[in-house]
């Protein structure tokens, strides 16, 4: 053992020393050998270390490499749809900060929503280069045929006329003699025919009993499910040609074997002062109806059940037919509360019409009219549609879901003419000395009788309800019309315009849900203030100083208490007076503190907030615009003129708040808010220079009864506007952040200005 480690000792060990100190050649070769073996192997492994690291490399890449392959594999293995998700994902997130920043930009949003708001008054008005000619939908009412009535029919509707104003040339008024006698003589006329009729009787206001007529024309095809209605009122002072032109046709039917329906003929007492009645009286239609449709509330002269002929199918009413020169036939296609009938049934009337040559038109102060359309036209439509008010009655049919449209050969009416039915606001400034309803012209009749009876057997021939898709629409002259996309732009780009405003403010202002929170106590506070006085039209009614024409229960003049000895309409301005002072009071009193001291409690927490106005302003643009979109659903045409057409108030106020303007600039911008809907004014202007501001107030509220919404948007749009604009401007205070930054730069300035002084 000891032998072998010697062996390895020698074998491992370096060269030995032979002992001589002096060099020789060995000893020299042997130490160069002993360096360059060193060097060599420090050089080895040097190369060695360079290789390993570049191995190293080399492999860091390979594996690089193979992991961009592995991701690009699963890549396509989780499919093209992840890929574009992740793709659209990051262009998200870099458009929405472009947007946000957008946003921010609040001078330059309220600029683009000004433009906007001016963009939807300017679509208002090109509507009609929008819209396109009418047509008939269903085949069976194609008006092709030709009429059977002659000129024997014209004589007989003059004859019947004459003899209705000459025998009761003076006052029909509800109530009054000569109101039941001619009611008596159009039932024997009819008797006379042989055809079923009947006096149906119902309870108008103050005291007075109303009566209408009715008769049935039994079709010798029908199977008794259906009839049609053919109307007008006999009562009003130019009753006598559309009473002689209806009892003349329906003794023209008497003749004829092509019906196919029933027709019910019904003379109604519509009231009026203009007759000589009331502006409170009840509509004869409209009592009618309820009776025909729902439990009844009049009653007939010999007890006997109404007359029904099956459910009603449509109904065409005559207000002014037989003047000496009929320019065109004027068409009423407005319904109650914006509701509109059909348009089929008013396109066989004007296609008829223009098939009998005789143009047709819905502006009542002008003659001929463009078959395309025309602002004007638009412009008169919508007023119409808007006002909500009978101008004959065919519009109460629209209440019950039945088609109907009015005709007119009168179109000679003035711009001031308020003709509507017992209304405050009827007034018609052209009346006195006109004689185009005394002297009746044949060939207006015997146009008029080829219009009716064409129209009739085409809508008799229709297998299966109207079924015309254009239900909601706008009309720019009697065959030209827009559609539902077309006619709800200008309030939607209206409603944008304030949501970019509203986006803005939320962009830019922090805290704004806090200051939301903080302005709601008194916004409640103001609504229910609102809410309050829009109740004025039902305490009128549970009075009874108004009649329900929804519930038909008339008017009495109140004859106890505080109220007695005053006439109907001071009774009426005495309970607005003190009911208005009454919200005024409980306002003050409870909603008020109430509203204080719930922001109170709110404050606790947070404290108030940084920018209280942007809260309070926000609330105001958000429930602006929703009113107006809702006033979209309920009248198009009346949101369309009465809010579109107005001066962009919230978008300016905004600005000014911003600014930071003077009280000067804030006084004078408040007194052109109170003017920024300047279609309540000219309403106003209009009933106020007609009838009087009594009579103009009465009318609003009756209005209301009818659908009118001039009362409700005034309380509950206009007023919160006008209160909380008042609010902004000169009880909320200013901005903290924005009054600390102004602060801040006027130092800058200041000291920029000492510097440059130095």
Not at 488 to 510: E, K, N, Q, T, Y
Request: hydrophobic share 40%; aromatic share 12%.
């Amino acid at each position: 053992m000891s032998k072998h480690r010697n062996d390895h000792f020698k074998d491992n060990s370096d060269p030995v020393d032979d002992g001589d100190d002096e060099l020789t050649n060995e000893d020299d070769d042997d130490d160069h050998i002993s360096v360059d073996s060193i060097v060599q192997k420090r050089k080895s492994r040097h190369l060695n270390n360079r290789n390993s690291s570049s191995n190293n490399k080399n492999k860091h890449d390979k594996n690089n490499n193979k992991i961009n392959i592995d991701n690009k594999f699963n890549s396509r293995n989780l499919g093209i749809f992840e890929y574009l998700k992740t793709e659209v994902e990051s262009l998200g997130s870099i458009v929405a900060d472009i947007v946000l920043d957008f946003f921010k930009n609040t001078k330059f949003v309220i600029l683009l929503s000004i433009l906007v708001h001016f963009a939807a008054i300017y679509l208002l008005f090109t509507l009609p280069t929008m819209g396109s000619n009418t047509y008939v939908s269903e085949k069976n009412l194609q008006c092709t045929v030709k009429p059977f009535i002659t000129s024997d029919f014209s004589e007989n509707a003059i004859e019947y006329a004459n003899q209705f104003n000459t025998i009761f040339p003076s006052s029909r008024s509800v109530g009054s003699i000569n109101n039941i006698n001619s009611a008596m003589w159009i039932r024997d006329e009819i008797e006379k025919m042989g055809v079923e009729t009947q006096l149906h009787y119902f309870n108008s206001s103050f005291g007075n009993v109303g009566v209408n007529v009715i008769g049935v024309n039994r079709a010798p095809r029908s199977l008794g499910t259906e009839c049609f209605v053919l109307t007008t009122s006999f009562d009003q002072w130019h009753s006598g040609g559309s009473v002689g032109f209806l009892l003349a046709f329906l003794s023209y039917l008497q003749t004829t074997s092509w019906q196919a329906r029933d027709v019910l003929f019904v003379f109604t007492s519509e009231g009026g002062e203009s007759n000589g009645g009331s502006m409170m009286d009840i509509s004869g239609i409209s009592v009618w109806l309820n009776d025909y449709n729902q439990p009844p509330i009049g009653w007939t002269g010999s007890g006997a059940p109404l007359l029904r002929a099956g459910q009603i199918y449509g109904a065409i009413s005559l207000d002014r037919i037989g003047n000496k020169i009929m320019e065109k036939l004027v068409i009423y296609p407005e319904g109650l509360s914006g509701a509109l009938s059909n348009l089929d049934i008013i396109n066989v009337v004007t296609t008829t019409s223009y098939l009998n040559e005789i143009p047709a038109g819905i502006i009542t102060q002008f003659g001929e009219e463009d078959d395309d359309g025309s602002v004007n036209g638009l412009l008169v439509f919508m007023w119409n549609s808007a006002l909500s008010m009978p101008r004959s009655n065919h519009a109460i049919f629209t209440r019950y879901g039945i088609n109907a449209v009015g005709v007119s050969t009168y179109s000679n009416h003035t711009v001031w003419d308020m003709d509507f039915l017992n209304n405050p606001l009827h007034k018609e400034y052209n009346r006195i000395g006109n004689d185009d309803f005394i002297n009746l012209s044949n060939e207006t009749m015997y146009n008029m009788g080829k219009i009716i009876e064409t129209s009739l057997r085409h809508l008799h021939n229709a297998d299966e309800q109207l079924h015309q898709s254009f239900t909601w629409y706008m009309m720019a002259g009697a065959v030209f019309f827009i559609d539902l996309g077309q006619a709800l732009l200008p309030l939607i780009v209206f409603s944008a315009s304030l949501g970019l405003i509203l986006i803005s403010m939320m962009a830019s202002f922090d805290g704004l849900n806090y200051s939301v929170i903080y302005s709601l106590p008194w916004t409640f506070s103001l609504i229910t203030f609102c809410l309050m006085e829009l109740q004025l039209p039902k305490i009128f009614s549970k009075l009874h100083l108004i009649p329900s024409n929804k519930n038909l229960i008339p008017a009495n003049l109140q004859t106890t208490g505080i109220l007695s000895g005053y006439t109907i309409e001071d009774q009426i301005i005495i309970v607005a007076a003190l009911y208005i002072l009454a919200c005024i009071l409980f306002y003050f009193t409870i909603l008020l503190p109430l509203s204080n001291y719930l922001t109170s409690i709110v404050s606790k927490f947070n404290g108030k907030p940084k920018n209280q106005w942007a809260g309070l302003h926000s609330i105001l643009i958000a429930y602006y615009s929703l009113l107006s979109l809702m006033g979209m659903m309920l009248n198009n045409q009346f949101s369309c003129l009465f809010i579109v057409i107005s001066i962009p108030t919230l978008h300016f106020t905004t600005y000014i708040l911003i600014k930071r303007s003077s009280v000067f600039i804030r006084s004078l911008w408040m007194v052109l808010c109170l003017l920024s809907h300047p279609l309540f004014l000219v309403f106003e202007w209009w009933g106020t220079s007609s009838v009087g501001w009594k009579r103009t107030f009465i009318g609003i509220i009756i209005g209301n009864e009818w659908g009118f919404l001039f009362w409700p948007y005034f309380i509950l749009l206009l007023q919160p506007m006008w209160l909380g604009m008042f609010k902004l401007l000169f009880l909320t205070p200013p901005n903290d952040e924005q009054q600390q930054q102004e602060k801040h730069n006027a130092y800058k300035h200041h000291k920029s200005n000492k510097l440059k002084h130095k």
